[in-house]
Each structure stands twice: as C-alpha cells, then as structure tokens.
C-alpha cells in the first residue's frame, strides 16, 4: 500500500462552521505534511509533523489547527476560516523527518470552498 | 531558507530529450535537491532525489554541479504524459520542502 488517503475530497463550509480534514498512510512513514494550494500557485508548506510531533508550523494562522492522534494519521481542524482560505490542501508522508526525508507520497487532496 | 529559481515554461517534442536547468546558489551542505511533478487535479508526484552524486531512476537522471549551486533534471524520452509542472525543491535541514514557482513543460507530438 504506497497510498496517502485523504478525506473528504470536496468540502463546503460557511465562515462559522468548525470541520475537519483528514489524512491516512499505513507506509509505516514518520513525517506527515500539510500544503495548501491555491489555483494555478505551487504548493504551500504549512505545517510537518515528524514522529508525531509539531516540527514545523510556517506560521499558519490559529483558525487551522493541526492534530497527530498516530504515526499513521493526520487532521486538519478549520474553524472560523475566511473565503480566501479557499483551495486544495494537500497531504504527504515520508519515511523519516529532518533533511534525508526521502520520497514524499503526496494525496489527490481536499477541495476546500469557503462560503 | 534557500530558494530556488527554474524557468517559467519550456517545450519539447515527443521522444526527444527534456533537461530542465534548476539554480540553487543558497544551497547549504545539508539540502538535498528534490524534483516533483505535478499534473492537472492532481497531487505532486515524486520524481528523483539526490545531496551530491548524479542519480538515475526510471522517470529520469538527475545531474548535480559539483559546487551544487544548480542541478538540472533530465527526462531522456518525452511523451505526452511528462506534460506537467515540474518542481526543483531543497528539502532544507528539517525537512522543509518548500515549492517554487515550477516549469511548466508542454510536449508536443
């Protein structure tokens, strides 16, 4: 199984809604990755977990909270978000964190629309 | 954090070599050199990764500078399916890929 899932793939949510985003791999990977990318822009950094542990946080306002219950899962919790918060947001894994990270295995993505 | 610079766009015909040129002058002694594509709707794809030595797989090569201040990508045989944009990205000394701006490669038959 090389497969990062994330779910779901579409999400509609108002101004003051609190959803969440999810992201699964069962590579056995120890770094997970959330990007954001808008149209037409590359991908974003936003924040990287390695070993379960906040490594990275590229200074993403607090109404995205990023949650790491296990090795093999990652959540994105959105509250209060703003229309221009509208994009794909993408998950990835890889084997290890720090600067040999190896491959990154990326997933198709969450649509994200904010009404 | 060091940056990247590729060109915008480059094109190339179906079966003929593709090399795509990546200056990373910053680069510090721990940045390994990653290259990611990217196709319509989809997520990025992974493509090749090196620190030093060139490295073949089988999408491409990567060639590094012996400074290692650029590297360039190599696809040996475009077809219409490496039509994408293409990623040169330094993986930083926490793991911090950041994307640039890309290379969009058209293929023309």
Redesign the interface.
């Known amino acids: 199984d090389t497969e990062?899932t994330q779910t779901p793939k579409h999400l509609v949510m108002g101004m003051t809604n609190k959803k969440s985003l999810k992201c699964e791999q069962h590579m056995g990977h120890r770094?997970m990755?959330w990007?954001k990318q808008k149209a037409k822009k590359?991908?974003?950094?936003m924040f990287?977990y390695?070993y379960e542990k906040l490594?990275?946080n590229?200074s993403v306002p607090s109404r995205f909270s990023p949650e790491c219950p296990n090795s093999s899962l990652l959540n994105l919790h959105l509250h209060a978000l703003q229309p221009e918060d509208s994009a794909l947001y993408?998950c990835?894994s890889?084997h290890r964190?720090?600067?040999?990270?190896?491959?990154?295995?990326?997933?198709?993505?969450s649509r994200l629309t904010v009404l | 954090d060091a940056k990247t610079t590729q060109p915008n766009s480059m094109e190339s015909n179906e079966e003929e070599p593709v090399h795509l040129p990546c200056n990373h002058s910053t680069i510090s002694g721990?940045?390994?050199i990653?290259w990611?594509r990217q196709l319509p709707s989809?997520?990025?794809?992974?493509v090749i990764?090196g620190?030093t030595s060139n490295v073949n797989n089988r999408m491409a090569s990567l060639a590094i500078a012996e400074d290692r201040k650029s590297s360039t990508l190599i696809l040996h045989r475009a077809t219409l399916r490496d039509a994408a944009?293409y990623?040169c990205i330094l993986?930083?000394?926490?793991?911090?890929?950041?994307?640039?701006?890309?290379t969009q490669v058209v293929v023309t038959p």
């Open positions: 990062v770094a990755y990007y590359p991908p974003e950094l990287v390695s490594s990275i590229e993408l990835a890889s964190g720090g600067a040999n990270t190896g491959e990154l295995f990326f997933g198709e993505g | 721990t940045d390994y990653h990611y989809q997520g990025p794809e992974y990764h620190l944009v990623y993986s930083g000394s926490w793991g911090k890929l950041q994307f640039g701006a890309g």
